[in-house]
């Protein structure tokens, strides 16, 4: 097994000396900013603690897919990005907005094309069953971030439709990620599926987490625009948990907020502000710590038959949904 010691300082040093192509600078720049500018590593790390389970020895054969993984998640970044019209990611300039949206795209492309060449390195005995699990993954959060899209524009999103969103669109990578360094390390299919589970769950808190922090996190702990969700008119879960406990009168005016004016920066602080009041009067910020909690149990539920072995998963777990960015 493992320790987490040597996982961290693992990643540490995958990620100070990850490299790219050199040329064209203009394609293969991006890539290392977006790598340079840091990141939680939420996702090679639960990739390394699931591996480490069942196995003591790191080489590229797991570490390479890890950090694929972690490319990938990139990838997804720099396009949600654009999307999103965001200007920040982690305290930075996004790609799109320090460069210009047609290098995001492209450079994003390649991001996404070398996590496979690093998924490749994988035992030639998993090699099926990794890229099986990553392309469906893939595929998934694809699907998640349109139906992201397509509820900012809908009123009716029930909440059952949201954590379908989120499972596509987040769920499923950190779930990836257990399930892959479980599958690289030689474990039991039943096992390497429990470990789905517990990373699907626990991607689900992680992005209920996530949706209060955009309205509740500290701007300059968080890395972005406090408030984004709102001013993007998203139908995250704090929305959504509004939505269904107001009454008819408390409901005409939490929408009236969400339809507010954005479009200057005095604009867009009246709408946060506006939205939030009604929050803060439904008490949803605590709801949603208390959904957070319940996933982090159920999270754990799925591989408590692991017994002490499963100790390092709940300090992964503890860690993720105690944070503050």
């Known amino acids: 097994m493992l320790n987490d010691n040597t996982i961290e300082a693992a990643i540490k040093d995958l990620f100070d000396n990850i490299t790219f192509t050199d040329a064209p600078a203009g394609l293969y720049d991006p890539l290392r900013y977006m790598i340079a500018i840091g990141g939680k590593r939420i996702r090679p790390r639960l990739c390394l603690t699931a591996y480490g389970l069942f196995a003591d020895r790191l080489d590229d054969s797991i570490l390479q897919p890890a950090a694929g993984i972690e490319i990938f998640h990139s990838f997804t970044l720099i396009h949600d990005d654009i999307m999103d019209k965001s200007p920040l990611r982690r305290g930075h ?42 392309s469906t993954t893939a595929a998934e959060v694809c699907d998640g971030q349109q139906y992201d899209m397509e509820f900012e524009n809908r009123t009716d999103v029930s909440m059952e439709e949201y954590m379908k969103m989120i499972g596509l669109k987040t769920a499923v990578l950190i779930a990836c990620s257990a399930k892959m360094g479980a599958l690289i390390a030689g474990a039991p299919d039943d096992v390497c599926d429990a470990l789905y589970r517990f990373g699907y769950d626990l991607g689900l ?21 406090i408030g984004g969700d709102i001013l993007n008119n998203k139908k995250s879960w704090l929305y959504l948990n509004t939505y269904a406990k107001a009454d008819d009168a408390t409901r005409k005016d939490f929408l009236e907020a969400m339809a507010m004016d954005s479009s200057t920066p005095e604009a867009a602080k009246a709408k946060i502000d506006a939205v939030k009041a009604i929050y803060a009067a439904l008490d949803t910020a605590s709801d949603a710590t208390a959904e957070i909690h319940r996933l982090h149990e159920r999270a754990m539920s799925h591989v408590a038959f692991l017994g002490d072995t499963a100790a390092p998963l709940k300090r992964y777990a503890d860690n993720l949904l105690c944070r503050k960015k």
Request: proline share 3%.
């Open 205 to 225: 808190a992680f992005q209920v987490a996530d949706d209060y922090l955009d309205a509740y996190a500290d701007l300059h702990v968080f890395g972005k625009p």
């Open 93 to 134: 300039d996004t790609v799109w907005k320090r460069w210009n949206a047609d290098t995001a795209i492209l450079s994003g492309d390649v991001m996404c094309i070398d996590s496979y060449k690093r998924l490749v390195n994988a035992p030639l005995q998993a090699m099926g069953k990794v890229l099986d699990l990553f």
